[in-house]
């Protein structure tokens, strides 16, 4: 059987990576990795390896002995939280994805999957239906180490021929964790406070909209983009990749639908500053034709299952 490294899977993104790679694969397939080890049982029940990704050599011996057949390299340090620690954010964003494409033009990995985000653009790129080829404007640390990772990903695969598949998430938004220092946050977190009846205090302006993508549709994404024929994978930066669109006022809004009383107030922070530069919406018509990406969640169906969800969780898993 295949084998799978998922590295960061301690993150918002990788605990959702896990469990959807565990229903594939079968969980004794699916191995596990991060700096801190994740608060959850079902991802724990894979093998668990503590691993720094920014240790050169720890990586290389992982990759090395485990034979993974696919890595999924998720480990990143995201944008409002870089900003606060430029130099750390540049250092794990940049020198763990190096480590993992240096082990893969070894041979220890045959395919590597790596997250890349709209954050490569910026205040020059165009404001809707952003390209695939669109100029890429980065303005903070996270973006920057997106933008040159994306053409680190093309140069290893166009130099060793090394099969690296990368997409441009927007904000993602899921209830089985927490998010982990985003811009786009805010659409997790006011589903939370809703459920705890609390007026929410947005850090944007309710005017801000951005690209977002319900957590299944992301996992769903790339592991089609992860089976697709290597011939089939014509970019070999990151994909643009596309759900819904929606400001603060849109999407509290939606919870108005489910809980009238809901009451929201903007207090707009630095993260302001950030969304600002970044794409009200994006055109992801390469993936659909390149590996037939389209959507299946938006807002609407989001909001119903998000609210569902988290009002049954118990505490202990929100704390």
């Known amino acids: 059987m295949a084998r799978t490294l998922v590295i960061g899977a301690a993150g918002q993104l990788g605990i959702e990576m896990v469990l959807a ?57 995201l944008s409002a939280t870089g900003e606060k620690k430029p130099i750390a954010a540049w250092d794990l964003n940049m020198r763990s994805l190096l480590n993992v494409l240096e082990a893969a033009k070894e041979g220890w990995v045959k395919r590597i999957f790596w997250p890349s985000s709209i954050a490569v653009f910026g205040p020059k790129t165009t404001r809707k239906s952003v390209p695939q080829n669109a100029l890429l404007d980065p303005t903070t640390v996270y973006g920057i180490s997106k933008q040159a990772g994306e053409y680190w990903c093309r140069y290893y695969h166009e130099k060793y021929g090394v099969d690296v598949r990368s997409v441009r998430y927007p904000g993602l938004i899921g209830h089985r964790s927490l998010p982990g220092g985003g811009t786009t946050d805010y659409a997790v977190e006011i589903y939370h406070v809703a459920n705890s009846r609390k007026c929410y205090t947005c850090f944007l302006k309710a005017d801000t909209a951005l690209p977002m993508m319900y957590m299944d549709d992301a996992v769903r994404g790339t592991l089609e983009l992860m089976a697709a024929p290597a011939e089939h994978i014509r970019v070999r930066t990151s994909y643009n990749l596309s759900a819904m669109n929606f400001a603060p006022s849109e999407i509290a809004e939606s919870i108005r639908q489910h809980m ?7 207090v707009p922070d630095e993260r302001q500053a950030i969304a600002l530069t970044w794409p009200e919406s994006v055109s992801d018509d390469a993936a659909r034709a390149d590996w037939g990406w389209k959507p299946r969640i938006l807002l609407p169906e989001m909001t119903h299952i998000m609210l569902e969800a988290i009002a049954d969780q118990s505490p202990e898993v929100l704390n």
């Open 260 to 266: 009238p009383d809901f009451e929201i107030e903007y």
């Open 21 to 77: 790679l565990q229903a594939q694969e079968g969980i004794t397939n699916v191995d596990i990795s991060d700096i801190r080890v994740p608060d959850n049982d079902a991802v724990m029940k894979s093998r668990f390896l503590h691993m720094d990704a920014t240790d050169e050599g720890a990586v290389f011996k992982t990759l090395e002995e485990g034979k993974y057949d696919t890595v999924y390299h998720l480990a990143a340090m």
